[in-house]
């Protein structure tokens, strides 16, 4: 099982006597010690000594602690910098103006996110992560390469095809540079010690194909985001060019989503390319549905080997969604009935959708304003892969306010694109998609299950970045489906319409 909680492995309590100095060196050297590069590890500490002195630059009340915390933690994939202090509230225009916030646009750290909670006080957090500017992690795309010569059927038939285990990742090590020389898009995966520290987490696990010889020849990957995600994306795939074209990219993923199964995972989350079908067509030979369109969130410098590639424009993503199940578990035992509230031009696309994958869904449609007055939600940017993410925790009234500041405390790094997750099965979630639709959000997928109180409903929002919307390809018709309805809602939004018009 994996950990649903990353403990911080350093605390310190800096008075006021004490040098900022102090604090970022022992981060660095947590950095360090985790298997960061030197020079990423000293940009990372930078912004840790700056977020201490934003702190201290805060007003002290007579009644409240001066001290700041800081606290270090490390789940296997992320390093994550906690910064808290109890000094003069944060207010989100203050909080736009800190000079940290051009530390992230500059990329010397991976995430960052600064804010007031109240009785907790101002909380800065700050990310950097394995895999960093890496377009196969930061968007779950299979990568797929030119046809070459096959291993011999003889050889095929030797393979094992099993879970992964840590020692087995030197061998996963050396099957990337077979496939990929360095050009592999995820450093990650050239480290032993940072594969190994994913296994052990949780917060990754692996299925390999391994030959005669004991050589990892093959590989496939779940990997989770945060700690307390449902649903997992799957990506993550190596086939050694001597043996592709004997099928075994399909048994390496029946493993992996038997494996899922087992572990009570009831589905995996994957977005597949849309300048070439054969990844949709992979996922969806494997049960796979279409749910969703993700506009323009690939990078402009994306290129994939073998594909058809348009420069100088950001690539849209098919969102697909594959259910787990066993002889003993079905796609509907393990995604139970569920009631969701969806604005009403959506309510039929929603429900095909759930009967495509067979998972029962009721749908309502009623706009109903929150009980709560304050929306409670997280958010984080990727300056080098240009994208915000934003999770709505409980919906509040104030929630296209906050969604606003929460874009404010980012806009030094121009994000080309936005993604906002609601929780689909809260009575308020149709209302809260009108009231974002008037600050620039539109539809883009339905996600089962995909957080701790169920189906999620995520918007988008693309901002003035070059897209190419007609050379998207779909596998089948109902992908087509989806697309049509995804850029209808996109296109609606973008041109300041209401749904009613």
């Not at 993550?236 to 004997?246: E, F, Q």
């Not at 080997?305 to 796609?331: C, D, K, M, Y």
Request: net charge negative; glycine share 6%.
């Amino acid at each position: 099982m994996r950990s649903t909680i990353s403990a911080p492995e350093v605390r310190i309590l800096l008075t006021d006597a004490a040098s900022v100095e102090s604090a970022g060196a022992a981060v660095r050297a947590c950095a360090v010690s985790k298997g960061f590069a030197a020079e990423r590890a000293t940009r990372f500490q930078v912004v840790v000594e700056e977020l201490i002195r934003e702190c201290r630059m805060r007003e002290v009340a007579s009644t409240s602690p001066s001290d700041v915390s800081v606290e270090v933690s490390f789940d296997g994939s992320n390093l994550d910098v906690t910064v808290i202090d109890h000094r003069m509230p944060l207010s989100a225009a203050q909080s736009r103006q800190l000079p940290s916030r051009r530390l992230l646009a500059l990329g010397f750290a991976d995430h960052l996110h600064i804010g007031f909670t109240g009785a907790t006080g101002n909380i800065a957090r700050c990310r950097l992560t394995t895999a960093s500017a890496v377009p196969d992690d930061a968007l779950h795309v299979d990568m797929l390469e030119p046809d070459v010569p096959d291993a011999p059927d003889v050889e095929q038939i030797d393979l094992d095809v099993r879970l992964m285990t840590p020692a087995d990742a030197e061998g996963l090590v050396q099957c990337v540079f077979r496939c990929y020389g360095y050009t592999y898009p995820n450093p990650s995966m050239y480290q032993a010690a940072a594969i190994r520290r994913m296994l052990e987490s949780g917060s990754m696990f692996s299925v390999v194909a391994i030959d005669a010889s004991g050589e990892v020849v093959g590989h496939v990957a779940c990997t989770f985001e945060r700690p307390d995600d449902v649903i997992p994306e799957a990506g993550k795939m190596i086939v050694d060019p001597r043996y592709r074209g004997h099928h075994l990219a399909e048994r390496l993923s029946l493993t992996r989503k038997d494996v899922a199964a087992d572990r009570g995972i009831p589905g995996m989350w994957s977005e597949t390319v849309t300048n070439h079908p054969a990844s949709q067509r992979l996922a969806i030979e494997r049960g796979a549905a279409e749910v969703g369109l993700l506009i323009g969130v690939g990078p402009q410098s994306m290129a994939m080997t073998g594909l058809p590639n348009q420069e100088s424009v950001r690539h849209s993503f098919l969102a697909v969604f594959t259910p787990t199940f066993t002889p003993t578990f079905t796609a509907t035992s393990q995604l139970p009935a569920a009631t969701l509230t969806v604005p009403r031009y959506a309510a039929e696309h929603v429900s095909t959708l759930a009967d495509r994958l067979g998972i029962q869904r009721a749908i309502g449609t009623a706009s109903q304003e929150p009980d709560l007055v304050r929306s409670r939600i997280h958010s984080y940017a990727s300056a080098l892969a240009g994208t915000v993410e934003i999770r709505v925790r409980a919906i509040g009234r104030d929630i296209a306010e906050q969604v606003v500041d929460a874009l404010d405390q980012h806009l030094a790094m121009a994000p080309a694109t936005v993604h906002l997750d609601l929780p689909a099965t809260d009575p308020a979630a149709a209302w809260a998609v009108a009231q974002l639709e008037r600050v620039g959000f539109a539809w883009c997928a339905w996600m089962p299950a995909f957080l701790a109180a169920g189906d999620a409903i995520r918007l988008q929002r693309v901002n003035d970045h070059p897209i190419l919307l007609e050379s998207i390809v779909c596998a089948r018709a109902e992908g087509e489906q989806v697309r049509d309805f995804v850029i209808a809602q996109w296109t609606r939004v973008h041109r300041g319409r209401s749904a009613t018009e």
